[in-house]
Structures are given as structure tokens and as C-alpha cells.
């Protein structure tokens, strides 16, 4: 499916990288009074010692809350990408102006696999790896999904040295889930923002213009730099997605981002680990929400797709697939994308007022 929807901001850094230093002046103070109350005589009172609790004692309890505990057991496995990349130049001729840009990803085993976004990679020469220690090293392209976003690099570094997050399921996510995202926003690794799970079951338009279905909207502040770090339920403290995108009038965070459901990117790793392809279920239509009633209505008909061969017609509305019914494009491309290749579905269509039932052979998605 390739479908209308709004164009969502990639999260990548851009080039050049600009060197941001936070520089931070504090000052520690132990208060305390002394009084010397003269009283005519040369005599003096002495002043009551006042109780104070010793600072150590309130940073001992501000530690102990879950957000503390959930930001130092996963950023040891979170990290900054560096990608060194070659684009076109002003004149369009290919690999002639060398490019730099920073993301976020994370480790998930300890053979060295860390999962990032598809578009924080495209067109590496050269990837980076930053650790929370600060130790750096070289990282090699294991595989790409364009049709999810999500990626895989490698890292040969000792086992000992690398903390895989614990991955979740996205199948159970609700709003008003407390989450948290781990990045490096602006090119500030390790930070941590915190929010809810705004919405789910968004859909989300792909590097390569086709539609990720699933997808978690979230008002945890996620900013350039965020793209493939973990947003992580404060519950569990496992991986529920991966961020991906924001939606923004301004180019900065407006509290509406979104995260690639971790079932898929656990799909999608999974066969880029063991140097398979993934496949996608495709129809061929662009589609929109049906101006009257429930329904996917079809704006479009690719020629020789899957959709034409069945006698899918723009102006049909989609009521359901398989007699699950269809509220809109959202359950239209989440159904379908739950399906494989070769799969065979029947579409309960209207057209024109008139019940039509079709029955379609799904094709390969086109790279």
C-alpha cells in the first residue's frame, strides 16, 4: 500500500555537526547560622544548632524513583551514530559532497547487533558508534527495511562491554502508558525525556513512501538526533518501539512523535541478522478515509498491481477485509500489514451504493 498521509519530519541530524557543549556551573552548599547575641554584660547566648538533613540523604531518595532506575539500567546499551555519507552535489552529480549526520540506536544481544533507523544509515561510508563510557568504534551495515525504517549495524566489540535492552511487545500498548525515550536530541547523548503513549495504531509514511502500520504516537519530547533510540514503558522498563518521526509545524518537538511498534522491528531485525530480505504484503492502492460513513476509500488503482487484477476501482470504499470490518486507512494498511505475501483476502468493497465481494491474491511490496 502506498497511501496519502501527512508528511511526518525524519529524525535524523543533518549536517554539518555542530559540537554542542553543555556546561553546567553548580555549587554545593552546607547552610548554617551562628548567632552571638551581645546582651550589654560582654555575655553572650548561644545560638541552637539547627537540624539540617544532609544533602546526601535527599539525593538518596531522588534516586530511588523508576525514571532514575529505568535511565541507568538502559543507557549503557543506548547510542550515538555517527554516519559519514556522500550526496549529490548542487548540479545533481552523485557522491560528490561528503555529508555527516547523527542518530540514536540500541543494542539487542551481545554478538554486537544494534537496532537504528533505516534513515539515520542511508548512504553510509562510514558508521560510528559512541557507548555511554564514551568509547567509540567502527560499526558495519548488517541490513535495511526502507519499508519500516529500521536497520541493523554491528560492533565488534566483547561481550562484557555491550547491555542489550530487554525488548517488550507493542501488541498490548494502551494510551496513558507512562513511556520514556532515550536519544541524543541535538547531539546530547544519554538524554532521557518522559511522557504517555498519546495514541496507537497511527500510520506513518516510510523513507520509501509506503505506509508503516502500527505505529505509537507519543508526547515524550523527541527531537533531530532521537531517530533509533528505544522508547521504553516505565512499567516494565523493556522496548516498546523505536522512534522514528515527528509531526511539527515548527521542526522541533510539538509532543506529537512516533515510534516503530517493537513486534515489527523484532520481525524485521530477526531477518536482517540471519542475511534474509524482508517482504511486505502489497495491494497497490492509494487510499484515504471515506468522506461518509466507516471505510478506506480508494484514490487510486496501481496498473497490473494485486488490486487491479482483483477489480479494486478508484471511488470504492473498503468496509472490511475478511469480515473484519475497516474503520478507516489506519485499520486498512494495520490488517493487511499482518500479512504476507502470497496470502489471499477477500475485500468486502461498496461501490457506488452496491456490496461487492473481492477476492485478492496479495503481491511482493516493490523495493
Known amino acids: 500500500m502506498n497511501p496519502d498521509s501527512l508528511a511526518h519530519r525524519l529524525l535524523r541530524r543533518g549536517a554539518p555537526l555542530v559540537a554542542a557543549a553543555a556546561i553546567g556551573a553548580g555549587t554545593g552548599a552546607g547552610v548554617y547560622a551562628l548567632t552571638n547575641d551581645s546582651n550589654g554584660g560582654g555575655s553572650a547566648t548561644q545560638a541552637v544548632p539547627?537540624?539540617?538533613?544532609?544533602?546526601?540523604?535527599t539525593a538518596a531518595k531522588a534516586t530511588a524513583t523508576p525514571l532514575t532506575q529505568i535511565y541507568k539500567q538502559a543507557t549503557p546499551g543506548v547510542v550515538d551514530i555517527t554516519v559519514d555519507a556522500t550526496a549529490p552535489d548542487a548540479f545533481?552529480?552523485?557522491?560528490?559532497?561528503?555529508?555527516?549526520?547523527?542518530?540514536?540506536?540500541?543494542?539487542?544481544?551481545?554478538?554486537?547487533?544494534?537496532?537504528t533507523n533505516q534513515h539515520v544509515v542511508d548512504g553510509a561510508t562510514s558508521i560510528t558508534v559512541r557507548f555511554q563510557s564514551g568509547k567509540r568504534v567502527k560499526a558495519t551495515l548488517v541490513g535495511v527495511d526502507k519499508s519500516t525504517d529500521i536497520a541493523v549495524i554491528k560492533v565488534d566489540v566483547p561481550a562484557s562491554q555491550l547491555h542489550p535492552l530487554a525488548l517488550?511487545?507493542?501488541?498490548?500498548?494502551?494510551?496513558?502508558?507512562?513511556?520514556?525515550a532515550i536519544g541524543s536530541p541535538f547531539g546530547l547523548p544519554g538524554?532521557?525525556?518522559?511522557?504517555?503513549v498519546s495514541a496507537i495504531n497511527r500510520t506513518i509514511t516510510a523513507p520509501n513512501r509506503f505506509s508503516i502500520a502500527g505505529t505509537i504516537q507519543t508526547d515524550a519530547a523527541i527531537n533531530h538526533g532521537n531517530s533509533g533510540g528505544p522508547l521504553i514503558d516505565v512499567a516494565t522498563g523493556k522496548v516498546i518501539g523505536v522512534n522514528a518521526q515527528i509531526e511539527s509545524d515548527s521542526g522541533g518537538n510539538d509532543g506529537v512523535g512516533f515510534a516503530i511498534p517493537i513486534d515489527s522491528v523484532k520481525n524485521v531485525a530477526s531477518t536482517l541478522i540471519a542475511g534474509g530480505t524482508v517482504k511486505h504484503?502489497?495491494?497497490?492502492?492509494?487510499?484515504?478515509d471515506a468522506t461518509t460513513g466507516a471505510g478506506a476509500r480508494v484514490t487510486?488503482?496501481?496498473?497490473?498491481?494485486?488490486a487491479a487484477k482483483a477489480g479494486l476501482q478508484a471511488g470504492d470504499v473498503i468496509t472490511?477485509?475478511?469480515g473484519a470490518s475497516i474503520s478507516g486507512t489506519d485499520d486498512l494498511t494495520s490488517i493487511l500489514a499482518r500479512h504476507s505475501p502470497g496470502d489471499k483476502v477477500t475485500l468486502t468493497v461498496d461501490r457506488n451504493g452496491t456490496t461487492k465481494q473481492l477476492t485478492v491474491?496479495?503481491?511482493t511490496q516493490p523495493s
Open 361 to 363: 491474491t496479495l503481491g
Open 320 to 322: 472490511a477485509v475478511d
Open 191 to 196: 538524554t532521557m525525556t518522559a511522557g504517555i
Open 281 to 288: 504484503a502489497y495491494l497497490g492502492v492509494t487510499i484515504a
Open 50 to 57: 539547627t537540624a539540617i538533613v544532609p544533602a546526601q540523604s
Open 92 to 115: 545533481g552529480f552523485p557522491g560528490r559532497q561528503q555529508t555527516q549526520s547523527e542518530g540514536s540506536g540500541f543494542v539487542i544481544d551481545t554478538k554486537g547487533d544494534i537496532v
Open 300 to 306: 487510486s488503482v496501481v496498473a497490473d498491481s494485486p
Open 168 to 180: 517488550g511487545s507493542s501488541a498490548g500498548v494502551q494510551p496513558g502508558q507512562q513511556v520514556v
